[in-house]
């Protein structure tokens, strides 16, 4: 349903105009500019002998790497809206956008409960930690239903900086604190807004913790993911 009648506001728009000017290019209403940041403070208590505890942070921020071209209407006789992009050189739902991104991990875990039969325990290797470069970042945007966006962020698994991370493993990785959908929402304004306003930015955040045991130890997991998507007119 939602589909065709993005078609028919196609056609409609492409009719109104002329055939030369359609194939020239397609008169975007919007630029659209997204960020956001994904925050993991976490904790780590194991009573074993030598168990790792201590705390740590992984944080990720991102945006995308040029405005993305969009065009945003409403649903005739209705308060829906309808957002659509640019996807090798047609027309539809919001495609995955290059994203430029970074990660940055702290771990401040120490080995603890040494035994008296032990001279000392290995010391955690932490040279792997600090601020890299986020690999084939991607944001995904789209529409939820009638007063909502989704975002989430795809890229390598947070794992792969190689120092402690919790227990979450990518920006959508958050099933266990009770989420219907693993992607961030985004609540729409009216769609009045995109008409009268020059710029209408869309700001959302979530924030969850949550305890999951790891082998013998206990995981903490404190996480915000937060967004800001700004629509700009043309």
Known sequence: MRRALV????????????????????????????SGQFVNHWTVSDPGPCGTNGDGTVTVSFKNKKAIHTFVNTVP???????VGLYFG?????????????????????PANQP???????????????????????????GLDATRLKLDLTGPDFRDTQCQIGSVMRFGDVDFFGHKTPELLIKMPS???FFRKH???LTATSHDIKSLPDLDATVTNDVTRTVTVTFTKR
Do not use: M
Not at 7 to 34: D, F, M, N, P, Y
Not at 97 to 104: D, V
């Open 7 to 34: 078609a028919i506001l196609i056609a409609a728009a492409v009719i109104g105009g002329s055939v030369g000017q359609a194939e020239a290019k397609w008169k975007w209403s919007h630029r659209v500019t997204i």
């Open 77 to 83: 006789g209705t308060r829906h809206w309808i957002l």
């Open 90 to 110: 047609q027309t539809t739902f919001l495609p995955p956008q290059a994203a430029t991104a970074s990660i940055t991990t702290v771990d401040n875990t120490a």
């Open 116 to 142: 008296p039969w032990l001279e000392s325990c290995d010391p955690i290797d932490k040279s792997h930690c600090g601020t890299k470069e986020y690999r084939k970042a991607r944001v995904r945007l789209g």
């Open 191 to 193: 769609p009045r807004s």
């Open 199 to 201: 710029s209408v930015t």
